[in-house]
């Protein structure tokens, strides 16, 4: 569930980044190694039903990886917990289906980890015992199942658990139900991409590949795919979800079905004037004078100020207009996410040649509310209104 456009991009950051800082801080700094977009998927729905507050404490957001929170919104707890358990019995299954050492090493780093996940989880009355006899089953299932359905059964199931409990964790006792159906579709799917795109590889090793050991290949599990990304959604229409939301997550959806699949999503282009770096390295400076005014602070920390600014406003443009203040800003430093742009920054200078993060961003894009990350689609469907006022979009026509 990675965001491939700018739909819900800031609000999937902050459950993101939020759910990472919360492992951290429950659960020690490897922990956060173990975080993904499916479990923050989960707390970002399981917020959106429970009508959390859009605005988390500046801990969670995406400045300073560093700044540990020391309260925790309960959907972002959870998500955490689910992951570190979820990712304890995945090591568990990859140390039975090969020899590898790797997975016996990090089955030793995060045993403990796990343990205090299931600690949390009791406290919160989580059926463990049920989760235990259910996972713990895939081995006898893969030796003598006779369909693709029943060695799928306990991942769907466990993620059905999970999604099921959400709504308890939430007060929304009326949902328990079409969550479990819907994290039911969600697991199943999970284990079927896992085949599907370990296909060759589990052939190389000679480990353990659902579609091989009943005779399927890639063409039917793309129409299975499909087929429960179909489910999925039907599932979505049934709960109780803003319109915008519900789209931005069926986007999502199809977006990494296609991505999995290797389907090659339309490619999207608009008359803009891609900045030169003179331009970049003027309009940083401009920025980071900008904020030196507003805060007013002293000759020399003035000048710190400036000069880190605009560095940071240099490498990472729009994650820099996202901060309210310069220690903000300059905390970006310290930020993966951030530090990613930067690399893909490099890349591309190396290169000569910008890839499009978004391809479908004009097909998810919500009129007056995007975060322009992806200003070069959005100029073309005109998703942002005063996008070129506003984004690194130079001369765009919009």
Known sequence: MRPRSCAGKQEHRLHYCGACKTLGSRYGQSSRMLLNHDTVFMAELLSELSAAPAEWPTQYRSFNCMAMPKEF????????????????????????????????????????????????????????????????????????????????????????????????????????????????????????????????????????????????????????????????????AGLPLQENFRGMVTARLNANIAAKLGESLPVLTCATHRLTWRERWRNATAYARQLRDKENPGWMKGMAVVAGVTFIAFAVPQWAKAAHNSKECLSLGFNLMALGSVMATVAEAATGQKESKFKSCCGSCVPNDCDCSCCDCCCECGACGDCCGSCDCGGCDC
Not at 92 to 105: F, G, Y
Not at 134 to 147: D, N
Not at 149 to 178: K, N, S, W, Y
């Open 73 to 236: 919104p309960v959907t972002l707890d959870y998500a955490a917990a689910a992951t570190v358990l979820l990712t304890h019995w995945k090591i568990a299954d990859h140390c039975e289906d090969t020899v590898s050492r790797a997975w016996q090493l990090a089955r030793r780093l995060f045993d403990s980890t796990s343990r205090k996940a299931e600690a949390h989880l009791r406290r919160w009355n989580f059926p463990l015992q049920e989760l235990d006899a259910t996972l713990g089953a895939q081995q006898q299932l893969e030796s003598r199942a006779t369909a693709l359905e029943q060695v799928a059964e306990p991942t769907a199931h466990a993620t059905g658990l999970f999604f099921q409990h959400g709504a308890i964790i939430i007060d929304r006792m009326d949902l328990a139900t079409p969550l479990y159906q819907l994290g039911l579709a969600f697991g199943e799917l999970v284990y079927l991409i896992d085949a599907f795109e370990d296909f060759d590889k589990d052939q190389a090793t000679g480990a353990f590949n659902a579609l091989r050991r009943f005779g399927l290949d890639r063409t039917w599990a793309r129409g299975q795919l499909r087929q429960l990304a179909a489910t999925i959604q039907a599932r979505l």
